[in-house]
C-alpha cells in the first residue's frame, strides 16, 4: 500500500513533506518523489504494483494538473481505452489524472 503526505498552507515546505514520506517508508519500498508549488507540497511513497516501471513515479503530473494517488481503478484498461491517444505509463494513476483532465471532478462518479 503506498503513502501519501502533504501540506497545504503557508508553512508547505519540501523539507517538512520529505521528513513525513520517510516515515511512510515501508508503506512504499520502491520509490518516492515531491512536487511542490507555491502553498502547496505534496509527497508520495510508492509500492510498484500495476505498472511497476519508473514511468508510475509519482506524484504524476499532466498537464497543469499533479496527482498523488493511493488505491486500484479496476476498470482502469476499459477506461484508458475510452479515453484513446498516448499514455506514458501502463498505471492506473494516470489515467485517472488523464481522465480529471477532460471531466473535472465528474470523473469520479
Do not use: K
Request: overall charge negative; charged content about 25%; hydrophobic content about 40%.
Amino acid at each position: 500500500m503506498c503513502g501519501i503526505a502533504g501540506i497545504v498552507g503557508a508553512d508547505a515546505s519540501r523539507e517538512r513533506v520529505l521528513a513525513m514520506t520517510e516515515r511512510l517508508r515501508h508503506r512504499g519500498p520502491d520509490d518516492a518523489g515531491t512536487f511542490g508549488a507555491p502553498g502547496v507540497c505534496l509527497g508520495h511513497r510508492r509500492l510498484s504494483i500495476i505498472d511497476l516501471s519508473s514511468a508510475g513515479h509519482q506524484p504524476m503530473t499532466f498537464g497543469d494538473l499533479t496527482l498523488v494517488y493511493n488505491g486500484e481503478i479496476y476498470n482502469y484498461r476499459a477506461l484508458r481505452a475510452e479515453l484513446g491517444g498516448e499514455f506514458v505509463s501502463g498505471s492506473d494513476t494516470e489515467v485517472l489524472l488523464r481522465l480529471w483532465a477532460r471531466e473535472g471532478a465528474r470523473c469520479l462518479d
